[in-house]
């Protein structure tokens, strides 16, 4: 028999875990007929606002179903880079933007314009779950830098610099981020940058979270100097605009050439974003940043529930998010295995979590819950989790 290719086979090596078996169990508890409160992961529990789906079926009715444009029809990429000059303190070129299934294809694109084989792309703990993954499918290898939950997981620019081989071709940098909602400051930034500079790296920037900051202000490291030129800029709809399904985002290239070879990419991919998809895109940025900061405030007062509520327990440390849908807790000082009080807590209460090491080794000892339940399912979730941390015992 023929094989597998060793490069596909190496996406998720043996023996990974993927962080997602706590998630398998619930819906396989909620198919038996458990009441499960689900806060695994971060899709929202309320629909894509009502204009955008009209203008999706808009569309459809008119029989926009042919094959989608590629680079991204000009309309959209017009308001996205209306919007990103606006988001990222530059001034964005349309021709440098290529619309994307999702952000998760532009992160794929990212690692396959910047790695050859066995080049060596540097990885922020904690860091998004496929991000790994996604630089190993593309032949790369990912190297991963520890950060501190004690200095709220901002990376320390000479743990970065130490890291820097002469197989390095570039940074994967995530702030806002997930998992921790930590917003990175612009000495981190600048830090980072200056290394981008001084070794002739790639930045790859995940912003997808930029609508959601609470605390602080969103600073893209594409517009400090020197940066625009070695940025990618890797965003999407699907956080901002509830579109998660709709596989809506995009890639700001840093230059003409960078964007024709994303371009060459999805032609032997996907072929380009589905146009009845594209149009409602557009619909939703002409709408302004209206659908963005009310989806924002829904999460904002969420959060701000759920430390709250979390805070009563006498035992966890909560890490209060800056931004993003997420909130990080702290079990290190009473709890060994947070894999193991994640799947305990959901035998007893019916409350999924993710395992911190999901994200890498600086959040073991961790548990993420994402706020994308109702607001009284999840606070009745963070009443239960609490209770439960006050009477754990590993005996």
């Known amino acids: 028999m023929p094989t597998l290719s060793p490069r596909i086979r190496s996406i998720v090596p043996d023996g990974e875990d993927d962080g997602w078996g706590v998630q398998m169990r619930a819906q396989a508890m909620a198919r038996e007929g458990r009441d499960i409160i689900l806060l695994t992961m971060g899709d929202h529990d309320f629909p894509t606002m009502k204009g955008i789906r009209e203008a999706c079926g808009a569309a459809l009715k008119t029989g926009r179903t042919g094959y989608g444009s590629i680079h991204g029809i000009v309309p959209l990429r017009r308001n996205i880079a209306k919007r990103g000059s606006a988001v990222h303190g530059f001034e964005v070129d349309q021709d440098l933007v290529v619309v994307s299934m999702g952000g998760q294809a532009a992160l794929f694109a990212t690692a396959m314009t910047c790695l050859d084989p066995r080049d060596e ?12 993954q996604t630089i190993r499918a593309a032949g790369g290898v990912p190297v991963t830098i520890g950060t501190s939950a004690d200095q709220r997981f901002q990376p320390d620019v000479d743990t970065l610099r130490a890291a820097i081989t002469p197989r390095t071709r570039m940074i994967l940098c995530n702030s806002p981020n997930n998992p921790s909602g930590v ?24 912003e997808v979270y930029h609508s959601q900051v609470y605390d602080g202000a969103h600073l893209s490291p ?18 901002s605009h509830a579109m998660t399904g709709w596989r809506s985002g995009w890639l700001i290239c840093p230059n003409e050439e960078a964007a024709a070879c994303v371009m060459d990419l999805f032609l032997t991919s996907a072929y380009g974003v589905a146009p009845f998809i594209q ?16 989806i924002a405030e829904k999460y904002r007062f969420r959060r701000d529930r759920a430390v709250e509520t ?6 966890l440390k909560v890490l209060a998010p800056e931004a993003a849908m997420y909130v990080l807790i702290d079990l290190r000082h009473f709890a060994s295995d947070a894999e193991r009080f994640a799947y305990a807590l959901l035998e007893e209460t019916g409350v999924a979590v993710m395992p911190g090491d999901s994200f890498g080794a600086s959040t073991a000892g961790h548990i993420r819950i994402s706020l994308t339940a109702p607001e009284e399912k999840l606070v009745e979730a963070c009443t239960l989790i609490a209770g439960f941390a006050d009477k754990w015992s590993e005996t």
């Open 121 to 132: 792309a540097i990885v922020i703990e904690p860091y998004y779950a496929t991000y790994a």
């Open 183 to 206: 917003v990175y400051t612009r000495e981190t930034l600048e830090g980072i940058a200056a290394l981008c500079i001084e070794h002739d790296l790639w930045l790859v920037s995940d």
């Open 222 to 239: 594409a517009s400090l100097p020197g940066m625009r030129e070695r940025t990618f800029i890797v965003d999407s709809m699907s956080k």
């Open 279 to 294: 149009l409602a895109m557009r619909a939703a940025l002409a709408g302004g940043k209206g659908p963005e900061y009310e």
């Open 310 to 315: 979390l805070a009563v327990s006498k035992r």
